[in-house]
Antibody, heavy 123, light 108 residues
Framework: QVQLVQSGAEVKKPGASVKVSCKASGYTFTSYYMHWVRQAPGQGLEWMGIINPSGGSTSYAQKFQGRVTMTRDTSTSTVYMELSSLRSEDTAVYYC????????????????WGQGTLVTVSS | DIQMTQSPSSLSASVGDRVTITCRASQGISNYLAWYQQKPGKVPKLLIYAASTLQSGVPSRFSGSGSGTDFTLTISSLQPEDVATYYCQKYNSAPPFTFGPGTKVDIK
C-alpha cells in the first residue's frame, strides 16, 4: 500500500530555513508527481507546489516563488521541501501528497497524504 | 489565478439531515473539481474527483455535482462520523491547484 512518511517536527527561528522530507513506498516512486500542501493552525489548506520525481521538474505557487525549493532523491524514494527566510506566518503543518495519476501528465488530485510535519517559527 | 470560494463557511445539522455545500470558481474549470474531507486532527482525504466521481471506499451518501463555475457537495443523510471540514480544489490545466477556504460541518 502507498505510504508517505514525513520527517519530524521542527522549530526554527525567523530568517532560518527548514527542509522537510517525505519518503515514499508501496509504488513506483518516479511514476507519480508529488505535491506539497501546508495548513496554518486553525486555517485551511494551501497548495505550495509540485515536483516530478522522474525528471525533477517543479512548479511552485507564486506566493512561494523564490523561497521554496522542492527536490528528490530517486535512490531513496524521497522528496524534499525546503522553505527559506522563515517568518512566523510560516508556522504550519506541511504535507506531502501523491498525485492521483501515473505518467507524464499531472492529474492534480491528491490521493495519498503523508502524516504531516509541524514547522514552528518562533524567536 | 482562479480563485475558489465556498459557502457556507460552517454549518450545524442534525443526524440524518441532508447537507449541501457549495463551491464556486472564479472562472470555468469544466469538471476539474475535487472534494476533500478533513476530520479534526487528521490528514485530508480525497472524497470526490471530476466533480461527481466518488473515490474508492467513500460512502454513497456523499455525492457531487456541477460543472463550469458552480459545484455542490451533498451528504444525503448526515452521520456523526461526517463531522469534518470539507474543501473543494480545482485542478484544471496547469498549477496552481487551489483549494477553497473550507466548510466546517458539525452535528446539532
Amino acid at each position: 500500500q502507498v505510504q508517505l512518511v514525513q520527517s519530524g517536527a521542527e522549530v526554527k527561528k525567523p530568517g532560518a530555513s527548514v527542509k522537510v522530507s517525505c519518503k515514499a513506498s508501496g509504488y513506483t516512486f518516479t511514476s507519480y508527481y508529488m505535491h506539497w500542501v501546508r495548513q496554518a493552525p486553525g486555517q485551511g489548506l494551501e497548495w505550495m507546489g509540485i515536483i516530478n520525481p522522474s525528471g525533477g521538474s517543479t512548479s511552485y505557487a507564486q506566493k512561494f516563488q523564490g523561497r521554496v525549493t522542492m527536490t528528490r532523491d530517486t535512490s531513496t524514494s524521497t522528496v524534499y521541501m525546503e522553505l527559506s527566510s522563515l517568518r512566523s506566518e510560516d508556522t504550519a503543518v506541511y504535507y506531502c501528497a501523491r498525485d492521483g495519476s501515473p505518467g507524464i501528465a499531472v492529474a492534480g488530485t491528491l490521493t495519498s497524504w503523508g502524516q504531516g510535519t509541524l514547522v514552528t517559527v518562533s524567536s | 489565478d482562479i480563485q475558489m470560494t465556498q459557502s457556507p463557511s460552517s454549518l450545524s445539522a442534525s443526524v440524518g439531515d441532508r447537507v449541501t455545500i457549495t463551491c464556486r470558481a472564479s472562472q470555468g474549470i469544466s469538471n476539474y473539481l475535487a472534494w476533500y474531507q478533513q476530520k479534526p486532527g487528521k490528514v485530508p482525504k480525497l472524497l470526490i474527483y471530476a466533480a461527481s466521481t466518488l473515490q474508492s471506499g467513500v460512502p454513497s451518501r456523499f455525492s457531487g455535482s456541477g460543472s463550469g463555475t458552480d459545484f455542490t457537495l451533498t451528504i444525503s443523510s448526515l452521520q456523526p462520523e461526517d463531522v469534518a471540514t470539507y474543501y473543494c480544489q480545482k485542478y484544471n490545466s496547469a498549477p496552481p491547484f487551489t483549494f477553497g477556504p473550507g466548510t466546517k460541518v458539525d452535528i446539532k
